[in-house]
């Protein structure tokens, strides 16, 4: 598909902190327009995984950068495949949301993605979450939504997640991982985390799910 093509189908950029409930809401925007979603930050948990197995630092950029160009992955419905292996569960624990960030501060590393993200944007619509979605990857995205919520709240959320799936977890390790992971994103040199010029703006501490996902409906009519 060209470019220009690709320029008129209609994206909604959604970024935010860790367990803002960027993706949940992302994903319920996209069922409800009948859009595609992307998971940006699955990727960057899949170079943590991969290179988890292949017994590889997240400090060492050069060979970082292959495991994300050569990424075997396979997305369907909700569950996702590396290597034809189901590891959906696998990569939603902390220790790889820890190794995502820190592979994700390596430009070559973001830059081997952008591609593979880039193909997501397909018709009719696509929804996608991450960091750097409206900065970056999407820059002609129609809708910019910037979602938040206290840190407080966010811990909470990932908690009861966590739970629900079985692990094990602890609140006060939660909020200090999920702080220092905070940090680590918007303080690096590429592509931090911030809002772009023209995002809306959604602090979801006190609102429902569905609140959060009618307001970014009723934003994207209006783009
Ligand atoms: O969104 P999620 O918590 O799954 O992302 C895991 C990590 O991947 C983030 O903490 C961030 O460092 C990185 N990430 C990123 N850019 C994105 C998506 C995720 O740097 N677009």
Not at 172 to 184: M, P
Request: proline fraction near 3%; avoid cysteine; aromatic fraction near 6%.
């Amino acid at each position: 598909m060209s470019s220009a093509n690709q320029s008129n189908i209609p994206v909604i950029a959604i970024d935010g902190p860790t367990a803002s409930g960027k993706g949940t809401v992302a994903q319920l925007v996209a069922q409800r327009l009948g859009y595609h979603y992307l998971d940006s930050g699955a990727l960057y948990r899949l170079v943590g995984l991969a290179s988890f197995q292949r017994g590889i630092s997240t400090a060492v950029e050069a060979d970082l950068i292959p495991i994300a160009q050569n990424l075997n992955v396979n997305f369907q419905g909700d569950r996702i495949f590396l290597e034809g292996q189901d590891v959906s569960d696998q990569i939603r624990q902390e220790v790889m949301g820890q190794r995502a960030s820190e592979v994700a501060v390596h430009p070559g590393v973001r830059q081997a993605l952008v591609a593979r993200q880039q193909a997501f944007r397909q018709s009719p619509g696509l929804v996608a979450d991450g960091r750097d979605m409206a900065s970056v990857i999407f820059t002609d995205a129609q809708t910019k939504v910037f979602l938040t919520a206290t840190a407080e709240a966010r811990a909470e959320r990932r908690y009861k997640q966590l739970i629900a799936k079985g692990f094990s977890a602890n609140i006060d390790v939660l909020l200090q991982d999920l702080r220092e992971r905070d940090a680590r994103d918007a303080n690096r040199s590429n592509s931090p985390l911030k809002a772009v010029e023209g995002a809306h703006h959604l602090d979801t501490t006190s609102m429902t799910i569905e609140e959060a996902v009618n307001q970014v409906l009723k934003w994207h009519q209006a783009d």
